[in-house]
């Protein structure tokens, strides 16, 4: 059976854990792209990105 292949690293899964994602709004809980975080709260701002200006110099 064959392993899967590192995210992080140039080798094997060897099931370190360190490309776990964990949730922000509950640390004890692995992210399940529920999208809880990107609803907007009373502790959260948001910022609306109309335009981006770049120097084309």
Known sequence: MEKYRCSKYDRECIECGEC???CDLN???????????????KNY?????????????
């Open 20 to 22: 776990d994602q964990y």
């Open 27 to 41: 640390p004890e809980k692995l992210c399940d792209s529920c999208g809880e975080c990107l609803k907007p709260d």
């Open 45 to 57: 701002k948001i910022i609306k990105i109309d335009k981006i200006i770049t120097d084309d110099n």
